[in-house]
C-alpha cells in the first residue's frame, strides 16, 4: 500500500497514537486529487494529498504544521513527509509554462512538469541557503530577524545570489546583516528544508573583523553569546539548531 500525505494548505493530516507520537493519516479525503511525489523507504510509492486548505480534517484526525510533525515522529517519516509537501508545493506552484502560458502537464517518465506545445520542462524548484555559524574565541554570534514571528536567536543565513559562490554568499550575507566580516569557512553539513523549498547549505567561519551593527531591516538584534549565556534558540528541527548543539558539546557544556 502506499504512504499518503494528506495537506490542507501547509498543514499535513495526522493520527495520534497512545504514547503521544504522531503518524501520517493515510486515508485521502473522497474526491481529493492526489499525486505522486516520492518513493518510500521500501519502493513503495508516497502519495501527496491537496486537500482544500479550509477542510476539516474527519474524527482522529488533526492538521498540524510539517515543522511539529518532526517532534511525534520517527526521522525517516518526518523526512518523507517534508519532501512530499516540497514536491507538492512545487504543483501547486507550475501549473502553467513560462515561457509560453499554456497549462503544463506531469511528464511520462521524469519528475518534471511538460508544455507540450513549447517542449519546456520545468523541474522542481530548489533555492539554496547559506547558513554560517561564527564564532570567536568561545562566543558565537546569534541573531534575532527584524519582524520574525517566534523570538528566536539563531546563526546567520541568506539565498544564494546569481552568479555567486557559496563562499561569496556567507561573506557577503554577514557583513550585510551585521556589519562582521569572517575567514576560515569550513562546510559542516546541509538540510531539505521545505517551508517551502529551500536547501541549507551549514558553514563554520572564524570571527575576522567588524562591530556588530544589525541592519535592522532584516536583523533586529544580534550578539556574542557564550555556552553558559544563551538566549532562546532555535528547535532542533533546524539545522541552525544543530550547529549550536555541536558548538556547545565542543565548548564542554
Do not use: K
Amino acid at each position: 500500500m502506499p504512504a499518503f500525505f494528506i495537506f490542507s494548505g501547509d498543514r499535513l493530516w495526522v493520527r495520534r497514537r497512545p504514547d503521544g507520537s504522531a503518524a501520517a493519516a493515510e486515508t485521502p479525503p473522497d474526491g481529493a486529487p492526489w499525486q505522486e511525489v516520492a518513493l518510500g523507504p521500501a519502493g513503495g510509492e508516497a502519495l501527496a494529498v491537496d486537500a482544500p486548505a479550509a477542510a476539516a480534517p474527519p474524527e482522529g484526525i488533526e492538521a498540524i504544521p510539517l515543522r511539529a510533525f518532526f517532534d511525534l515522529a520517527p526521522p525517516g517519516d518526518y523526512a518523507l513527509a517534508a519532501r512530499a509537501f516540497e514536491l507538492l508545493h512545487w504543483r501547486r506552484t507550475h501549473r502553467f509554462c513560462g515561457r509560453c502560458g499554456r497549462p503544463l502537464a506531469r511528464h511520462a517518465t521524469e519528475r518534471a512538469m511538460a508544455c507540450e506545445p513549447c517542449g519546456d520542462l520545468v523541474y522542481p524548484r530548489i533555492n539554496p541557503v547559506v547558513i554560517v555559524r561564527v564564532t570567536r574565541g568561545r562566543d558565537i554570534l546569534l541573531a534575532r530577524r527584524a519582524g520574525g514571528a517566534t523570538p528566536f536567536y539563531s546563526v546567520l543565513a541568506g539565498f544564494v545570489e546569481a552568479g555567486e559562490t557559496l563562499e561569496q554568499t556567507a561573506e557577503r550575507e554577514i557583513l550585510e546583516e551585521v556589519g562582521v566580516r569572517v575567514t576560515n569557512l569550513r562546510y559542516f553539513g546541509s538540510q531539505p528544508w521545505p517551508h517551502p523549498n529551500n536547501l541549507m547549505i551549514a558553514f563554520t567561519a572564524d570571527y575576522a573583523g567588524g562591530d556588530i551593527r544589525p541592519d535592522t531591516r532584516e536583523i533586529a538584534e544580534a550578539g556574542w553569546y557564550d555556552p553558559g549565556h544563551l538566549p532562546p534558540i532555535p528547535p532542533p528541527v533546524s539545522i541552525s539548531r544543530w550547529m549550536i548543539e555541536d558548538w556547545r558539546a565542543g565548548q564542554g557544556r
